[in-house]
T-cell receptor, first 119, second 113 residues
Framework: EAQVTQNPRYLITVTGKKLTVTCSQN?????MSWYRQDPGLGLRQIYY???????DKGDVPEGYKVSRKEKRNFPLILESPSPNQTSLYFC??????????????????FGPGTRLTVL | AQSVSQHNHHVILSEAASLELGCNYS??????LFWYVQYPGQHLQLLLK??????LVKGIKGFEAEFIKSKFSFNLRKPSVQWSDTAEYFC???????????FGDGTTLTVKP
C-alpha cells in the first residue's frame, strides 16, 4: 500500500530536549516536505527536499533541521524545542515538481500527522 | 513570494445547499493548483488538481473547481453539499520550477443535517 508514515504520532516533551520526528514514504517520490498546522494559520511549509542531499527552506524553517540521506526518509529534527513549536506536523511526498511537459503535476501524499507538545 | 488567500474562514450550510469556496493566489510564474480536504481527525487528502488544459476540473465526491487565470482564482464548488462534507478545505499552489508549496489558511465547512 502506497503511504507516508510518521513516528511518533503523539509526543509530549520539555523545552530544550532534542527530538526527531521520522517520515518515510514507499512511493519512490523525489520530493518530500514538512508542514506545521496551527489553528487559523493553515499549513505552513517548514522545509522541503527535491532529492537526496537536496533540501531547502520553506516559510517557517527557524528552529528546525532536516536531512535527506536516503530517498525514502526525511526526518525533522528539533535541536532545542520551545513551546512555540507546539503544533501538528505533517510530512508529505510527491513526484518532483516542474518536470518538463504539460503532464507534470505533483499531488502531495500526506502522512497521518504528529501532534507535538513542548512544555 | 507566492501566497494563497482563502476568503471564507468558516462556512455553515444546510444539506443540499450549494457551495462555493474562494481561493486566490499570487505568483508570477506557472503553477499547479490543488484543493485538499481534511476530515475531522484525519490527514489531508487530494480533492482535485489543475495543472493545464480544461480550466474546469472535476474531483472526487462531486466537487469541481474553475481556474480563471486572469483573476488568479481557483474557486471550489459543489452543487449540493452533504453532512459528510463537513471538513476543512485547503487551497494550495505549487510552483512548477521550484519546490515551494503554499497553502491557504483553510476554510472550515460545517454542513447541518
Amino acid at each position: 500500500e502506497a503511504q507516508v508514515t510518521q513516528n511518533p504520532r503523539y509526543l509530549i516533551t520539555v523545552t530544550g530536549k532534542k527530538l526527531t520526528v521520522t517520515c518515510s514514504q514507499n512511493m519512490n517520490h523525489e520530493y518530500m516536505s514538512w508542514y506545521r498546522q496551527d489553528p487559523g494559520l493553515g499549513l505552513r511549509q517548514i522545509y522541503y527536499s527535491m532529492n537526496v542531499e537536496v533540501t531547502d527552506k520553506g516559510d517557517v524553517p527557524e528552529g528546525y533541521k532536516v536531512s535527506r540521506k536516503e530517498k525514502r526518509n526525511f526526518p525533522l529534527i528539533l535541536e532545542s524545542p520551545s513551546p512555540n513549536q507546539t503544533s501538528l506536523y505533517f510530512c508529505a511526498s510527491s513526484r518532483l515538481p516542474g518536470l518538463a511537459g504539460a503532464n507534470s503535476y505533483n499531488e502531495q501524499f500526506f502522512g497521518p500527522g504528529t501532534r507535538l507538545t513542548v512544555l | 513570494a507566492q501566497s494563497v488567500s482563502q476568503h471564507n474562514h468558516h462556512v455553515i450550510l444546510s444539506e443540499a445547499a450549494s457551495l462555493e469556496l474562494g481561493c486566490n493566489y499570487s505568483y508570477g510564474g506557472t503553477v499547479n493548483l490543488f484543493w485538499y480536504v481534511q476530515y475531522p481527525g484525519q490527514h489531508l487528502q487530494l480533492l482535485l488538481k489543475y495543472f493545464s488544459g480544461d480550466p474546469l476540473v472535476k474531483g472526487i465526491k462531486g466537487f469541481e473547481a474553475e481556474f480563471i487565470k486572469s483573476k488568479f482564482s481557483f474557486n471550489l464548488r459543489k452543487p449540493s453539499v452533504q453532512w459528510s462534507d463537513t471538513a476543512e478545505y485547503f487551497c494550495a499552489v505549487n510552483t512548477r520550477d521550484a519546490g515551494k508549496s503554499t497553502f491557504g489558511d483553510g476554510t472550515t465547512l460545517t454542513v447541518k443535517p
